[in-house]
């Protein structure tokens, strides 16, 4: 077995910059959102606070839960299996799609939390109103995050970095036009703010959809790409969803799943010590 390759920082920058310029991008549109809302109303302003983060926390589960698909898929890149690279992808992309139905069945609910958690009644309706707005279009999140799993996996997350700051871009004038009711729009305020938004994440949605198009038409090319693959799917599940359930999960993390998620390296034995020779001195009269 080959020595394992030593990390450097410059190669682990590389990588993980990207990722975290791709990973604020949706709070990056929140953020524009209320900056936007902040000259129509301070309603306004705190309402999309409250709604967004809602919004997010609902939406959180299953974007952690699609996102591990890019462990996957980094493991079959590193294994030489290109093809169940694809397959990861696909699987993630039917778990967006699964997870859409449970996303819109919290929207009834939006409103009864705000009530609930005793929430300003001049915040609850536009706080609702953008909340469930959001929900409606956590479909191209769910979407992105799995498009994104097959670039990450890859090492390439120049491409996610790419396209989420596009999104984010495209939202800044379609805000401005949906918000405030220009280039022969109507003035929506919030709920054109929320509308952004989406349009945003549709918008980078789209740009890596063509970059995955163009990938699996490659050297990812694979027969019937839209296949579904219970093992694949169950792996993906079980990987996330049994260290979240175990007990042991608010103390050291499963070694099930640290297995899975861990490349193998070789490591040096210690060497045995070797037995004591030493004889006992016999006593002194």
Known sequence: ????????????????????????????????????????????????????????????????????????????YGAGRHEMCTRATTQALYLALASYPLVLACIPLVDDFFALTGQDPELTAPATVYGETLLWGGIFVSVRTALSSFFVGLGRTRIVMAAHVTGTLVTVPLNYALIFGHCGVPALGIWGAALGTIGGSASSCVLLGVFYLAEIRGAFKVQRPLRFAPDIARRLLHSVCRPALSPASTGAPSTSSSRSCTPMVRTRQRPRPLPSTSTRSPSCR
């Open 1 to 76: 077995m080959s020595a394992p390759i030593e990390p450097k920082l410059g190669r682990i920058l590389h990588i993980a910059l990207p990722i975290v310029v791709s990973n604020a991008s949706y709070t990056a549109m929140l953020f524009i959102d209320r900056l936007f809302l902040s000259r129509v109303g301070k309603h306004e302003l705190a309402a999309a606070m409250s709604g967004g983060m809602t919004a997010f926390v609902v939406m959180s589960f299953f974007i952690g839960l699609i996102g591990y698909a890019a462990a996957l898929v980094a493991q079959y």
